[in-house]
């Protein structure tokens, strides 16, 4: 006997209209997968590979502002200060610039300056020459060069060349980081670094202290803890400073 069950079977209008939810819904991750919206990896860069610091044989100048025509004694470390750079990390000779149009007005800083450079121990030679100064109303410094070792930045900053909102387009869908990102960062780190070898190598380890390796060594055998036992004072704010 045969059934009177009926299997129905989809619409043609059915069929469409699931396919076309099932398109619906795929349309979002088949946008992922594109490359106009989004970079490949899909990670911010990092600073050190968008703005890695090198090392370059680059001027290292220090201005010197002469009050009253002479040197003070905060101008006068600094010029120590850069001696010492020099001596460290430089080579070649030691050039100091005077603003050109002002001849005769900056002698004094400039035999003041070439006995402090002596007195610092600098031995190389010396030259004396002009710059261009800019703004007549505004102070021009006496320069002072030496080229050298200098820990810099790569890349320039302040370079926007792409629209971060880009609104009328997918380029900023992409997670990437911008052009100028983590620049400004990079450079001031290279500025503050005294050694600028110090970002490539490391530097050498101090000897080991025997007084306290042989203490240490010690407590262990006594079965004691090796650790240096800090007492921690806390003292009340009222009492900072003398006061009661």
Known sequence: MMSRNRVQRPSPLASTGWLLLVALAGAPLAACNGDEAFSEGGAPGDRTNLH?????????????YAAG???????????????????????????????????????????????????????????????????????????????????EVATPCGQWPSDLASGSSTEGWKNDAYENFGCATQASLAAQVDDPRDFVQARASDAPEVGMRLRAIGDVRDGKDPGTNWATKLTPIGQVGGGG
């Open 52 to 64: 890695p610091i090198v090392l370059a044989d680059a001027p290292t100048i220090l201005d010197v």
């Open 69 to 151: 025509g002479g040197l003070d004694a905060l101008t006068v470390a600094k010029i120590r200060s850069f001696a010492d750079r020099y001596r460290a990390l430089g080579g070649g000779r030691v050039a100091i610039l005077t603003p050109a149009g002002v001849v005769g007005r900056h002698s004094r800083a400039v035999d003041e300056i070439r006995r402090v450079l002596a007195s610092a121990g600098l031995r190389g030679g010396v030259s004396v020459a002009s710059y261009p100064a800019g703004d007549p109303t505004q102070a021009a410094p006496v320069r002072l060069i030496f080229q050298g070792l200098k820990a």
